[in-house]
């Protein structure tokens, strides 16, 4: 049977950018990789049409297809709906319903953009790493937590809980990812000052031993690891840690190499019954109303975001390879978005010029 993937455009730049997405699947298609297709409704065009942001439908789908690829909700036609129907409420359905614990975001640097990163251009050029944030469980999550009176005074309290199976699960996620990268792992956490940072540390040291002991290993505390990571990045291959310093690490990785238009990301759960992680593939931009309908939207971001569907849920790192290699050859040959614009006197190309390139750029690899 042919993988499976369901495509959910949504909002805004959503459709637009999902259609240069659709040329690049198409082109695998004439080359013998099919996919079995199917798209359905999401965020504020769901709600348009069926009064709510995922229909029971559409989140069926989504359990029983080896992807899904979405590309962004929301648009301020929808701010004032009710929250129980708002565009995000879609979304977040997808991942709880999936259980994705594991949030994948890579910061990679294509070398024509390096002068983008506010780090110098060798620290960054050629970059390509991952990290992986827990993402249903720990400080955002945890009890006790509120506002509580104490005395003549009033105390603001969140709990980081982590169990070990929550922490097991995740550091596979990790382990399973670097085998199909540079078999390399760093986790990260605070075990000098925290009790969630020993525990976290004593299990990804064990499902490491018993699992993946192919895998290289280390640990490094999160404050020390913010600093490497600017200081330089490229010592990392995957990294892995909670949801809190996941949610900064991951921010100030995206950053090391520039465009919100050019970062995609996946959100991995537990292994269906054919060995595939339950998947979500999506750019982390939004629908960025403010060019919608305009043609300024980059692709790329959602473009990658299929490469990563190719690599980690399709086992194609070499289909995923030549994505990458695509993209790198037409921002090489100085094609940009405009969001990409540094330079004086460059014509920005439109969303379909910059997908049309990718899929040449493909066709000539
Ligand atoms: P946004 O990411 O949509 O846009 C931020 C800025 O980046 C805008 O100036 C936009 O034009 C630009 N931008 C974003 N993606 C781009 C691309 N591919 N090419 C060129 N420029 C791009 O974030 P914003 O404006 O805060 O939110 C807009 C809407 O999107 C809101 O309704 C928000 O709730 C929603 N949103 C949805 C997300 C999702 O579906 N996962 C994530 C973030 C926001
Ligand atoms: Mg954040």
Redesign the pocket.
């Known amino acids: 049977a042919n993988p499976s993937l369901l495509i959910l455009p ?5 459709p637009e ?1 999902m259609t240069e997405v659709r040329k690049v699947i198409d082109w695998f298609g004439t080359r013998g990789m099919t996919f079995d297709v199917s798209e359905a409704l999401v ?1 504020g065009a769901a709600y348009d049409a069926h009064g709510t942001p995922l229909t029971d439908e559409t989140m069926e789908m989504a359990q029983n297809v080896d992807a899904v690829l ?7 036609k ?2 004032n709906l009710d929250f129980s129907v708002k ?2 409420r879609g ?1 977040l359905r997808l991942r709880k319903e999936m259980d994705l614990y594991a949030n994948l975001r890579p910061a990679q640097c294509f070398d024509a953009l390096a002068d983008f990163s506010s780090l110098k251009k060798n620290v960054v050029a050629g970059l390509d790493i991952m990290i992986i944030r827990e993402l249903t469980s720990g400080v955002y999550f945890g009890e006790p937590r509120g506002i509580f009176t104490e005395g003549n005074e009033r105390v603001g309290i969140n709990t980081q809980r982590y169990t070990e199976s929550e922490i097991a699960r995740v550091a596979r996620s990790a382990f399973e990812l670097a085998r199909k990268r540079d078999n390399r792992v760093c986790s990260m956490e605070k075990a000098n000052v925290m009790e969630s940072g020993v525990l976290w540390r004593e299990v990804v040291q064990r499902i490491h031993d018993d699992e993946y002991p192919d895998v290289e290993l280390s640990h490094m505390y999160a404050d020390a690891g913010a600093m490497q990571l600017t200081r330089w990045p490229k010592q990392f291959d995957v990294i892995v840690t909670d949801n809190l310093f996941g949610d900064m690490l991951s921010d100030l990785a995206a950053m090391l190499t520039g ?3 050019m970062l995609p990301s996946a959100s991995l759960g537990l292994p269906m019954a054919n060995g595939r992680p339950k998947a979500l593939y ?10 919608a309908g305009t043609g ?7 473009i990658l975001s299929f490469a990563m569907a190719l690599r980690y849920s399709f086992d194609a790192g070499a289909e995923a390879d030549r994505v990458d290699a695509a993209v790198e050859k037409v921002l090489a040959d100085g094609l940009r ?3 990409l614009l540094g330079e004086e006197g460059v014509e920005p190309v439109t ?1 379909s010029q910059m997908g049309e390139a990718i899929v040449a750029a493909l066709a000539a690899s």
């Open positions: 949504g909002d805004g730049i959503g950018v965020g979405l590309g962004a909700v929301g648009g301020p929808y701010d565009p995000e979304l465009s919100l238009g999506e750019p982390v931009h939004g629908s960025a109303p403010d060019i300024k939207a980059n692709p790329i971001a959602c978005t405009a969001d969303t």
